[in-house]
């Protein structure tokens, strides 16, 4: 493992895991850990607060800074409040908008079915509140004790897999996905060569790219809206009566169709 990943690696250990993106980085805590390594302040992670702001001026060797306020108070172990999302279910349409916004995959639910958060996995990232079209989920206080640091490391390393998880399976699904992608910036090529150098989260791999069509130009494009609507109108009066000039005149048009399909 390079230098560099090492101290990636380190940084990112320090860091919630809560993929938020209130540090500025929306795809999560090691984009944010990469641009710390290389020279951004360490004091921008609002739900670790002051101790990870702490931690990290250590780790570095850099002058403690203040930490980013957090809207929350401050629990007895100087971060912010934890939070935990809850959906008013009787509320919910089933749009599935929220799923993919979880990083940790931390809502279940399907199509048009009533969708619920496993608050045990909640981070109160927050994320799922702004796509929910009917603004049917709801914050509250995290109720649980605070975690000890032993605890912490691996709630972090849990939602540090969970996130690789997520963003293995948004890859999987990318290419076929009709709906919203909603966090469509995660830069998974990055975490999909990060993934290599760790073996305590899943491996992810890039879905390959299908090929593109290439872009008609506007004359091809006009032709091809003509066509189609003449052999539609062909079809529809050859179904209601068969006519040899008629039929001819069709399969010239679908021919002429596909050698424009295929350039
Ligand atoms: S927990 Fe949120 S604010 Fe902190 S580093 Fe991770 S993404 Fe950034
Ligand atoms: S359920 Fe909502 S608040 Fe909780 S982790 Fe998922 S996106 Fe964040
Ligand atoms: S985004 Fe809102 S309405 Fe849609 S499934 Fe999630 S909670 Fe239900």
Not at 57 to 78: H, M, N
Not at 180 to 206: C, G, H, M, W
Request: charged content about 30%; overall charge negative; aromatic content about 4%.
């Amino acid at each position: 493992m390079d230098a560099s990943i090492a101290l990636i690696r380190e940084i990112d250990a320090l860091l919630p895991q809560t993929q938020c993106g209130l540090c500025g980085h929306r795809d999560g805590c090691l984009p944010y850990a990469k641009s710390i390594a290389e020279g951004e302040e360490a004091n921008k992670c609002v739900p670790g607060g002051q101790p990870v702001a702490d931690a990290l001026a250590t780790l570095l060797k850099r002058p403690v800074l203040i930490a980013e306020p957090s809207v929350w108070d401050i629990q007895s172990d100087g971060r912010p409040q934890q939070m935990k999302a809850v959906i008013r279910e009787d509320e919910c349409i089933g749009c599935t908008k929220c799923i993919s916004a979880c990083p940790v995959d931390a809502i279940i639910g399907s199509g048009k079915l009533m969708h619920t958060i496993l608050t045990d996995l909640c981070t109160g990232c927050e994320l799922c509140i702004p796509p929910c079209p009917v603004d049917c989920i709801d914050l509250v206080e995290d109720t649980a004790p605070v975690a000890n640091d032993e605890q912490r490391i691996k709630v972090q390393d849990d939602l540090r897999h969970r996130y690789y998880a997520h963003i293995q399976r948004e890859e999987k699904y990318r290419i076929h996905r009709k709906g919203p992608i909603v966090r469509a910036e995660i830069d998974a090529a990055f975490f999909a060569k990060f993934s290599q150098e760790l073996n305590n989260v899943p491996a992810i791999t890039l879905t390959e790219k299908v090929a593109e069509s290439p872009a008609l130009d506007a004359k091809t494009t006009i032709e091809l809206a003509k066509l189609r609507t003449q052999i539609k109108k062909l079809e529809k009066q050859l179904s209601l009566r068969a006519d040899e000039k008629k039929q001819l005149q069709l399969s010239e048009l679908q021919q002429r169709l596909n050698e424009l399909l295929e350039g």
